[in-house]
């Protein structure tokens, strides 16, 4: 049992990197939140006084504003289902002997390990590009004309795109959670006759409820910032202009930093709230 003694020094000791996160967190907010009051155009102007909450009402007034919303959680929702679907089923087949089972894994999980910037790249220009892409190759094998993928189907690309990378990651913890099931449940239920689609079910589903919890936050948190894929491919035409994007715009296209400072304490607030709400999720799933 630990003595008060070893608990301050232990407090002791975290402390220096307790007030070093502290600083790389509240130092940008602080600042993001100073700059949201104020109108502050660097190339035009510089600092032009205060402006109380006029940013945050033109930002949340602006035409572009639910519309950047709606695409942000269409394409964190889209790239959940798709994950956590596919996630499972490829950890099961993973979870089956095979023959060079191990280097298959690394194949499947080497995706996650891409930059999103030089896999938008990759998709953009190797795939997706409709004279020398892969598809339009495929497209009109089949006698089929080539799909402007990134404007006529630019959502779908996105998604595509973010999906593809995120995906390792879910077989990835969907593996780890289906390789502690009790294989001896398993093989219960198969003498007793339950078929395959019962003992998924029944069995396996249940199990993995909470690694599919965590799945479920961890990719939220960081899809709510999705940039990189967007500014690579579509620039935010075409319907795919998220929140971060629209923040970006205003900031360094705009140079409009107090407009994009409010922009910034809006998604912040945004985030939030769907972090308490999965928080709670993840604190029933892991007390059960």
Same mark, same amino acid.
């Given at each position: 049992?630990?003595?008060?003694?070893?608990?301050?020094?232990?407090?002791?000791?975290m402390?220096?990197?307790?007030?070093l996160?502290?600083?790389?967190?509240?130092v940008?907010?602080?600042?993001?939140?100073?700059?949201?009051?104020k109108?502050?155009?660097?190339l035009?102007?510089?600092?032009?006084?205060?402006?109380?909450?006029?940013?945050?009402?033109?930002?949340?007034?602006?035409?572009?504003?639910w519309?950047?919303?709606?695409a942000?959680?269409?394409?964190?929702?889209?790239?959940?289902?798709?994950?956590?679907?596919f996630?499972?089923?490829?950890?099961?087949l993973?979870?089956?002997?095979?023959?060079?089972?191990?280097?298959?894994?690394?194949?499947?999980?080497?995706p996650?390990?891409?930059?999103?910037?030089?896999?938008?790249?990759?998709?953009?220009?190797?795939?997706?590009?409709?004279?020398n892409?892969?598809f339009?190759?495929?497209?009109?094998?089949?006698g089929?004309?080539?799909?402007?993928?990134?404007?006529?189907a630019s959502?779908?690309?996105?998604?595509?795109?973010?999906?593809?990378?995120?995906?390792?990651?879910?077989?990835?913890?969907l593996?780890?959670a289906?390789?502690?099931l009790?294989?001896?449940?398993?093989?219960?239920?198969?003498?007793?006759?339950?078929?395959?689609?019962?003992?998924?079910?029944?069995?396996?589903l249940?199990?993995?409820?909470?690694?599919?919890? &965590?799945?479920?936050? =961890?990719?939220? +948190? @960081? $899809?709510?910032g %999705?940039?990189?894929?967007?500014?690579?491919?579509?620039?935010?035409?075409f319907?795919?202009?998220?929140?971060?994007?629209?923040?970006?715009q205003?900031v360094?296209?705009?140079?409009?930093?107090?407009?994009?400072s409010?922009?910034?304490?809006?998604?912040v &607030?945004?985030?939030? =709230?769907?972090? +308490? @709400? $999965?928080?709670? %999720?993840?604190?029933?799933?892991?007390?059960?």
């Open positions: 049992m630990a003595t008060q003694h070893s608990r301050s020094a232990a407090r002791f000791m402390a220096p990197a307790v007030a996160l502290l600083g790389w967190m509240l940008p907010l602080t600042m993001t939140l100073y700059f949201s009051f109108n502050y155009l660097p035009r102007g510089g600092d032009l006084g205060w402006v109380g909450f006029d940013n945050y009402v033109r930002f949340v007034t602006s035409s572009a504003f519309p950047s919303v709606q942000t959680l269409v394409i964190v929702g889209a790239v959940l289902v798709i994950t956590i679907v996630g499972v089923l490829l950890a099961m993973l979870d089956q002997p095979m023959w060079g089972q191990g280097v298959v894994r690394i194949l499947v999980i080497a996650f390990f891409v930059m999103p910037t030089v896999s938008a790249l990759v998709w953009k220009n190797m795939f997706m590009d409709p004279v892409g892969l339009a190759h495929l497209w009109q094998l089949f089929l004309a080539p799909i402007e993928w990134l404007s006529q959502m779908t690309s996105i998604i595509i795109i973010v999906a593809w990378q995120w995906l390792p990651f879910a077989t990835l913890i593996l780890t289906i390789q502690s009790d294989g001896e449940q398993m093989e219960a239920a198969e003498m007793d006759g339950a078929p395959p689609l019962s003992r998924f079910f029944w069995l396996v249940p199990h993995l409820s909470r690694a599919i919890t &965590i799945v479920v936050l =961890i990719q939220m +948190i @960081f $899809l709510l %999705i940039f990189a894929e967007i500014f690579v491919t579509t620039q935010g035409s319907g795919t202009r998220t929140l971060t994007y629209l923040i970006y205003r360094l296209e705009s140079q409009n930093v107090g407009l994009g409010a922009g910034g304490i809006y998604a &607030i945004l985030a939030n =709230i769907i972090a +308490i @709400f $999965l928080m709670r %999720i993840v604190g029933k799933n892991l007390d059960a």
